[in-house]
Each structure stands twice: as C-alpha cells, then as structure tokens.
C-alpha cells in the first residue's frame, strides 16, 4: 500500500464498497481505503453516495494510483476462447478499445471487484477478468496481455477513511471534500452555493450532483476544494454553506496526493480575514 503506516497493517479485503465501509462503522476496521475518483470514468458513484448519506466517516489521506489492467485467465485459456470478461464497471470503460479489438465477441460481465471478477475466472464462471496482475497468483490464473487501458497515464484517485476526528494539520498543500443538501429547489440554488467559494477565491477540483432517494428533484453536491477547514477563507466558505444549505456534511480535510499548492488571491489570505474582522471592530465600538 502507498498510504503511510499501510504496510504494516493487517489486511482485511471486502467485496464491496459498502462492505468495507459498514467494517469501519463497526469497529472491525480502524481504517479503510477506496476508491473515489478516476481520471478517465469521473467520480465512484457508491463512494461518493455511501459517504454522502451513511454514517458519517472522514477522509485523512489520499493516493494517486496509475491504471494498469492485465487480463487473467484460466491457464491453457487462449484469446480465441474467450468468450465473457467480468470486472467492476469502473474498469470496463478504461479497456474497452482494447476488448474490442482484442477479443470483439466477448460479452462483458460487472463484478463488485476486479478481485471477485479474478475469483469468477477461477472458479469456471467466466473465461477471462480486467484486474492487477498481482492477482493471477492468489487465484491461480494466468496473465494473458499487460498494461491494458486505452487512456495512457490515467490514474485512480483512493481515499483513506476512519471514524470522526480532527483532521491532519493543514500543510499549505491540502483538499478539503464537503457535501451539501439543498433545501429547496430554486432557480439559483447551486449558484447560491458556489458564490460562497467564488468570493473567497476557493476552487473546487471537483463537483459532483447525486440524488438524495428522498424523491425527485431532490439532491445533493459532492464538493471537492482546494484548502484546508483551518484556513479562513475555508472556514467562511462553510459558514455560509451552513447558512443557506438544508444541511453541510463535512468529509475531511486532508494533504493533496499531488502535493499543489493552491494559488491564493489578493484579500483571501488569513491574514486578510483576521485584518478585515479587526477593522469591523473598530466601527463597531467607535474607535475607528
């Protein structure tokens, strides 16, 4: 694992989204990593649904793993004979130039994991996976083509979760992920919410609307932006989400894996804020 402390931490693999998360809920896991984000495919859309509306955990960590897919198959298992190919719907996309061109009469089947996809094929289901190369040992199958994608340099974003706390301390370098609930549908509503970062020259890496299940029409944003809740700028931006939002869900702030720092506008440093409040003061007892 490429997350600090990973290493020497005993593994427990799950199935599912879900799965590893409700692990975490109840204590048999101290912490937990999955997948949030792909450069080529977008957002997980369980992720961002399971942290958005279950109960709630916090980001802590990320890492940027590079997409690289091998296809595993039964050993003896030629490309002529493959007629299905399982794995998660997140990796099919990324391969899908390449199935076509490889192996154009195979069906593709969706697994919870390229792990089950792996298990599949081993036990007869399917004929062929889209997983980690590493996997062909534990299921005792064999590599039949390497580094397959059809995007070159396409990454996988992975978010490491643990139970509420206080975040890492801010590194100037550092992404902070927030859901918030509309209240009401209205013309304007998002943009009632993204004025609140735009103002405070906030930007966000990622924005991403999500049903809420409570009916239609009703709905939440998944955001992503650069800073830390430390920050004022931060802070004031999520005082007025508070304010105006039915409800604000915050996710973490936690150090970027790409390690940018965020360019910072004139009058939105923290000292800015502290100048601004202190001269507020002034006014307000008379003394300015």
């Known amino acids: 694992m490429s997350l600090p402390g990973a290493a020497a931490a ?14 975490l809920r109840r204590g048999e896991a101290d912490s937990a990593v999955v997948a949030l984000e792909n450069s080529v495919e977008g957002s997980v859309p369980t ?34 004979d493959i007629k299905t190919v399982a794995s998660h719907p997140i990796a099919q996309p990324q391969c899908r130039r390449w199935l076509a061109e490889n192996v154009p009469d195979a069906e593709w089947r969706a697994a919870t994991s390229n792990a089950e996809a792996a298990q599949h094929v081993a036990d007869g289901h399917y004929d062929a996976a889209l997983a980690g190369s590493f996997a062909a040992a534990r299921y005792g ?18 978010v490491q979760l643990r139970r509420p706390c206080a975040p890492p301390a801010a590194t100037g370098m550092d992404r902070t992920s927030v859901v918030a609930f509309i209240g009401e549908d209205h013309p304007g509503a998002l943009l009632e919410i993204l ?23 009703s709905y939440l944003f998944w955001m992503d932006l650069e800073g830390h809740v430390d920050d004022a700028r931060v802070g004031e931006a999520l005082m007025g989400l508070r304010r105006i939002c039915a409800d604000v869900r915050f996710v973490g702030s936690y ?26 003061s ?5 003394h300015a």
Not at 202 to 216: E, F, H, K, V, Y
Not at 255 to 280: K, Q, Y
């Open 282 to 286: 002034t006014i307000r007892t008379g």
């Open 255 to 280: 150090p970027r894996a790409d390690r940018v720092r965020p360019e910072i506008r004139r009058g939105t440093h923290d000292n800015d804020f502290t100048e601004a409040a202190a001269w507020l």
């Open 141 to 158: 199958l064999a590599v039949l083509a390497e580094d397959i994608h059809d995007v070159a340099d396409a990454v996988t974003r992975f």
């Open 195 to 217: 004025t609140e970062f735009s103002v405070r020259g906030i930007n966000l890496s990622l924005i991403q609307s999500r049903p809420t299940g409570a009916g239609l029409g």
């Open 47 to 80: 992720t961002l649904d399971e942290l958005a509306t279950g109960e709630p955990l916090q980001i802590v960590a990320e890492v940027h793993l590079p997409v690289s897919f091998a296809l595993l198959v039964r050993p003896g298992t030629a490309l002529a």
């Open 10 to 23: 005993e593994q427990l693999p799950l199935a599912t989204v879900p799965a590893v998360l409700d692990a």
